[in-house]
């Protein structure tokens, strides 16, 4: 079976336990609320940003990170489980240890070579410069200077389908008040 097959049911089969087992009260709403709108905050400035296989992205987020997508997604991990707080704790610490030891070395590896053999030294620079998911202070000395753009947002990156999946789901989460 196709790995995109397997990645998809297990986040179907994780935001389902997220549901079931949640039992959130005002705090946790609040404070997993706010990480989700980092999150995805971070998401949407991305998606604005990244032109895949095109250039090295280094404008927005990706002055100060190297991968902000993934940044959000870990701020969405964290932010839903506190949301739902109860035994959506022991699923936040399960998320976590799949994507640290499961998810993220497996897609550093894989596109780390992929982009060093589509920029070769250019990327290497890039890398060397700004680190995966704590945020420089200064930006990359050589980001560029594009603004956000709602055509990569919307029709390149399609970011908008993850974005109704969150409001949907910070919807349901408020509903189990």
């Known amino acids: 079976m196709n790995k995109r097959i397997y990645q998809a049911a297990g986040i179907g089969i994780g935001v389902v336990l997220l549901v079931v087992l949640a039992n959130p009260n005002p705090y946790s709403v609040v404070i997993g609320g706010i990480l989700v709108c980092i999150g995805e905050a971070m998401r949407i400035w991305a998606a604005g940003h990244l032109q895949r296989n095109i250039e090295i992205t280094t404008s927005g987020p990706y002055a100060y990170l190297r991968d902000p997508l993934y940044f959000g997604r870990l701020g969405l991990l964290l932010g839903f489980c506190i949301m739902g707080w109860g035994y959506d704790l022991i699923l936040m610490v399960v998320g976590l240890g799949v994507f640290f030891f499961q998810y993220m070395p497996r897609k550093y590896h894989k596109e780390m070579a992929r ?11 890039y890398a060397q ?49």
């Open 129 to 177: 410069n700004t680190r995966s998911l704590i945020p420089r202070l200064k930006p990359y000395p050589h980001a560029q200077k594009r603004p956000w753009s709602f055509k990569l947002f919307w029709k390149v990156n399609r970011e908008q389908y993850l974005l109704c999946g969150v409001i949907i789901l910070v919807i349901i989460m408020i509903s189990k008040l």
């Open 115 to 125: 982009l060093e053999k589509l920029f070769g030294e250019e990327y290497k620079k």
